[in-house]
């Protein structure tokens, strides 16, 4: 049995993972939907939604991007990531249970504002784009595209 968090808004995955206004929650057996709960976001506060999600029994969630922080915290819990994905909630998590849905990316840098990532400021906006913007030129944070993710800053 796999418990899926999705960071949505409306029922459309939200683009990134902290600022969601809800996480719709699916329980799921034998690749089916047995249980479906929305559950708003509780606050957007260092370390605490990984904790939040992890005592709920989740162990996959996905979003269009998830922060650095985020990302380690989840990793170190043994959560399972999907990033990069948009659209429907509800196809989202059919096509995960299909198989069909990977990560388009690593993670998201820095938190710049609330529509933006790269905490540069000047990065495209998610709506606009679908990417983190950062100061990068090649479509991701940071745009060092030799690194694959947030401008080489990590690992």
Do not use: W
Not at 11 to 17: K, R
Not at 74 to 93: D, F, P
Not at 127 to 136: D, F, I, L, P
């Amino acid at each position: 049995m796999k418990k899926i968090a999705i960071a949505s808004k409306e029922s459309v995955i939200d683009n990134h993972f902290g600022h969601c206004e809800e996480f719709m929650v699916f329980d799921t057996d034998a690749n089916e939907i047995v249980k479906e709960e929305t559950i708003k976001n509780p606050g957007h506060k260092k370390g605490f939604i990984p904790e939040f999600l992890g005592n709920m029994g989740v162990n996959v969630v996905i979003a269009s991007h998830i922060g650095e922080g985020a990302t380690r915290l989840l990793n170190e819990k043994g959560i399972e990531m999907i990033v990069g994905a948009s659209g429907s909630v509800k196809t989202a998590v059919k096509e995960y249970l299909a198989g069909n849905l990977k990560s388009q990316e690593k993670s998201c840098c820095g938190h710049g504002d609330h529509d933006k990532c790269g905490g540069h400021g000047e990065g495209s906006k998610h709506e606009k784009h679908g990417k983190c913007g950062g100061h990068g030129e090649h479509g991701k944070c940071g745009g060092n595209k030799d690194h694959g993710q947030c401008g080489g800053h990590h690992e």
